[in-house]
């Protein structure tokens, strides 16, 4: 009895541990996007500016899921499947039509499951609603190409890089609506979150790509990690949801 109990507090331990160094890491991200945020406004010094040496901007964009998933039992919903994305990033001017940079962000991604008798991931029960959520730390290293001329803007350019990012907590979201509530449920539909799943990866990564006419921004991000864990592909098989993400960005600078 005495084992058992602890077990349970070392397992209960461990957990806070985890939870504790997951905030302490999300709190230290946050305020490193504050800070870039404020010094990205421009103090009148010779190397601080949108077409000087350094420049730190914030940003904010909207992508959506593309064609096509791997394997068979994965579709999803297009058009409903999508990230957002807050983050700042730094840019060092080299020479006038050539830059490097990185930045850091946070990432929410919603991938809206199609309920059809071919379905397979994550389960093959059938709602009426089933989304899989992931909200995710990242950062990213890119080489800028600016085109054309500029004059204390950032101007247009082609971005070409890599990710990496944490994805720190994940869920699954089920909605069943009930054609006689007042009868059964009292109820007119129920909604049940599951957390922490383990058939997904924590750390994926990936390459991507911008191209930019001013603050205005169209992007791609192909993810080349697998968003499934390996004892859940032996399992399920080697479907995979879509790597491909496609959006728009606007930044906030001149």
Avoid: C
């Avoid at 379905?119 to 709602?127: D, E, G």
């Avoid at 049940?192 to 991000?221: C, D, S, W």
Wanted: aromatic residues 16%; hydrophobic residues 35%; glycine residues 8%.
């Amino acid at each position: 009895m005495a084992k058992k109990y602890f077990l349970e507090w070392t397992q209960l331990l461990n957990f806070e541990l985890k939870n504790n160094i997951k905030k302490k890491i999300i709190t230290i991200m946050f305020a490193l996007l504050i800070s870039f945020a404020a010094f990205s406004q421009e103090d009148g010094e010779k190397k601080f500016g949108a077409d000087k040496t350094h420049f730190v901007h914030p940003y904010l964009s909207l992508g959506f899921m593309t064609p096509p998933t791997e394997g068979e039992g994965a579709d999803i919903l297009y058009g409903k499947s999508h990230i957002i994305t807050y983050g700042v990033r730094y840019k060092f001017k080299l020479a006038d039509f050539f830059a490097l940079g990185a930045g850091i962000n946070y990432t929410y991604q919603a991938w809206h499951m199609d309920q059809v008798d071919t379905k397979i991931i994550p389960t093959s029960v059938l709602y009426d609603k089933e989304k899989i959520l992931s909200n995710n730390l990242g950062g990213d290293l890119f080489l800028r190409i600016n085109i054309g001329k500029r004059t204390n803007t950032i101007g247009n350019y082609i971005d070409l890089g890599g990710y990496g990012e944490w994805a720190y907590s994940t869920s699954k979201k089920t909605t069943d609506y009930f054609d006689n509530p007042n009868i059964v449920t009292r109820s007119e539909y129920a909604t049940v979150t599951y957390k922490h799943l383990n058939y997904m990866k924590e750390f994926n990564y990936g390459l991507e790509t911008r191209i930019a006419y001013g603050r205005y921004v169209i992007f791609g991000k192909y993810r080349i990690s697998d968003l499934f864990t390996q004892d859940f592909k032996d399992v399920a098989g080697s479907t995979e949801l879509p790597r491909l993400v496609v959006g728009i960005e606007v930044g906030f600078h001149k």
